[in-house]
């Protein structure tokens, strides 16, 4: 159960997956826990909109940088992989109503479908995708498989959409498991599934698309 939320001070350790990876991954080769539950948990009206408009307000208020993505060589900004704007909201007074919800909201659906060993939030992302720079990110998982990092795993990922779809075109939360799935783009709903799951962000065509992202660690997967 989540208890606490804390910051590492790095950036996110998404895994690109090469093409002939995925397949693998897909039907579960690697013997991850993915058991009989469910791929993704969908909660409506997790924040009202005037939350969702003093999120925004933080996110752009934020220091903002380019999205990159984990390789060899560390940490890397690759247009080909990833075109987003990211900030990112500290666990601080300010922003504890924020992790408070969020926490309710992880606990619950991990006791009704996953049952993982979890032990705090890692440091939430605002995410912008614009179409002016066709804004995308390519199949790729959370995990931090074969990254090392520290004791713990990601295990839970997910992401809230803070934009009126009827405000941009794209933008699709797309979880390919199998033949893909496009989730819910309701603002307000948040979004769970494993971390270790193939998903990506299709390119947005017209408008702006605004999400708040975030990763949940625990004890490494055995």
Partial sequence: MVSDYFNYDIDSLDHVIPDLELDSIVNNDWGLHTYDNPTY???NDVFTDDEICKIIFAGKNSACDLGTVATNNGFEVDSNIRKSK??????NPFNSWIYERLTDYVNQS???HWQYD????????FSEYDCRYEGQYVSHMDSTFGYNLKTEDRKISF???????DDYEGGELVLNHGSGCAVSKTKGSMTLFPSFTVHEVKPVTKGVRYSLVGWVVGEKFK
């Avoid at 990211?86 to 666990?91: C, D, E, F, I, N």
């Avoid at 979890?118 to 992302?125: D, G, K, P, S, V």
Wanted: proline share 4%.
């Fill in 159 to 165: 992401s809230i959409q803070l934009s009126n779809p």
């Fill in 110 to 112: 991990n006791d009704d």
């Fill in 41 to 43: 948990v969908v909660h």
């Fill in 86 to 91: 990211v900030s990112w909201l500290q666990a």
């Fill in 118 to 125: 979890l032990r705090a939030i890692q440091t939430l992302q």
